[in-house]
């Protein structure tokens, strides 16, 4: 790994996470209690060996960029181990943002030429896996390759997500298809690549487009030594809600599937203007949690099942969370009821709310194609007044005012906005 310089794409938007995106870019997401959904990539890299980390940020990227800080929570720190945040190079043109990820990585050349590496791995920082990249890195030396791609099957229904190879015995990719409606395998890019340096420059001066997907891999495919790596073990692109919900609910106790600490994940503690030291968490006399996680922090009187609840959280008593993600600081009041809810962080949730109620067969109104699946989401810092009734795929945008409710009933489909 030593001649190998990483390039970890984290500016995009992320609209199918919806109003969780809305204040901070999709890879600085909270995720799992005490995460953001970049540590497990910036994780991965780091107990790979990777000496020099560039991230490349662009959408909203101030909390991501709080987040990362020098590096030293990765132990990117000192002479011979570096990471650099990488904005757009933004002048006076449109042209100027990153138009897409093989456009990100062309406006930062000169942060690998300067670093000489034989190999370029480059990331992306909105998936949730765990990964040594060292025998990529190996497979991709020993097979000659001008590119490596990480691939794993997925299930035929859901290849239209993703870009799919078809590849012969030796592991070579023969043909591709990008998001293929009628496709010919399900063989699934992970979005991890490896380049061979000089290929890199070359395939970036020719390409046709901005993304790395649709524009460089079927040129390189057609032209030069393109490699499948094999990957079997956990790993879930979390770019909509519901795929966001249920990675999640992997790490509960009942499905066990990922596991931060064996994996080594790190996260930032001293990130700034968050509390890392915090002190236990306390149960009331009426507490009753089941097959549900709980962080520092919290004050749990009530009733959690198969939750996941970030530090500072507090359940009064009469409370019941069923099936829900709460992030930081959280206040579910006493009486109050959530099943399937996405809770941004800071919210307070009155007394005898009801909050995911009622048949889950009507999507957003607003926002059909991202919320339909029954999940409803409280964006970050709102304010549910006391006894309000909130139906299933609801949304409560950010900075929702108990005074902006005009009604204590919101229908299914709903959502729910500061009055101008």
């Known amino acids: 790994m030593r001649r190998t310089v990483g390039m970890l794409l984290a500016g995009g938007v992320g609209s199918r996470l919806g109003v969780l995106a809305m204040v901070r870019a999709k890879p600085a997401v909270p995720f799992g209690g005490v995460y953001r959904i970049i540590d497990f990539t910036l994780s991965n890299a780091a107990n790979s060996g990777l000496s020099n980390l560039g991230i490349l940020t662009q959408y909203k990227p101030l909390s991501l960029m709080k987040h990362v800080g020098t590096g030293a929570a990765w132990d990117w720190i000192g002479r011979t181990r570096r990471v650099e945040i990488l904005p757009p190079r933004t002048g006076e043109k449109d042209s100027d943002w990153y138009r897409g990820t093989a456009d990100a990585v062309a406006q930062n050349l000169d942060f690998i030429r300067d670093l000489n590496p034989e190999r370029v791995l480059i990331l992306s920082g909105d998936h949730i896996y765990w990964m040594d990249y060292g025998p990529m890195v190996d497979f991709h030396r020993q097979k000659g390759a001008d590119l490596t791609i990480a691939m794993m099957r997925v299930p035929w229904e859901d290849t239209r997500h993703f870009g799919v190879a078809v590849i012969d015995a030796d592991q070579r990719i023969r043909e591709w298809q990008e998001k293929p409606t009628?496709?010919?395998?399900?063989?699934?890019?992970?979005?991890?690549?490896?380049?061979?340096?000089?290929?890199?420059?070359?395939?970036?001066?020719?390409?046709?487009?901005?993304?790395?997907?649709?524009?460089?891999?079927?040129?390189?495919?057609?032209?030069?030594?393109?490699?499948?790596?094999?990957?079997?073990?956990?790993?879930?692109?979390?770019?909509?809600?519901?795929?966001?919900?249920?990675?999640n609910r992997d790490l509960l106790p009942s499905r066990n599937l990922i596991r931060p600490q064996q994996w080594g994940v790190r996260t930032n503690w001293e990130e700034p203007g968050r509390k890392g030291d915090r002190p236990p968490s306390r149960y009331g006399p009426d507490a009753s949690i089941s097959d549900s996680l709980v962080s520092p922090g919290c004050r749990v009187s009530g009733e959690v099942v198969g939750s996941i609840l970030s530090p500072g959280v507090v359940v009064e008593e009469g409370a019941s969370v069923h099936n829900s993600i709460l992030m930081h600081e959280v206040r579910v009041s006493r009486g109050a009821t959530l099943d399937h809810v996405i809770v941004d962080k800071q919210v307070t949730i009155g007394p005898n709310c009801v909050i995911g109620t009622g048949p889950s067969d009507q999507p957003n109104r607003r926002y059909p194609d991202h919320v339909y699946t029954g999940l409803t989401i409280l964006g970050k810092g709102c304010q549910i007044p006391e006894g309000t009734v909130i139906g299933r795929n609801c949304i409560v945008l950010p900075w929702v005012e108990a005074s902006d409710f005009q009604t204590s009933v919101i229908p299914c489909g709903e959502t729910v906005e500061r009055n101008a």
């Open 182 to 247: 009628e496709p010919k395998s399900n063989l699934a890019s992970m979005g991890v690549y490896v380049f061979d340096t000089g290929y890199l420059f070359r395939a970036l001066a020719e390409r046709s487009g901005h993304d790395f997907g649709k524009h460089v891999v079927p040129k390189a495919v057609a032209e030069a030594r393109v490699y499948a790596f094999p990957f079997e073990g956990y790993w879930r692109d979390v770019g909509t809600l519901r795929a966001y919900f249920e990675a």
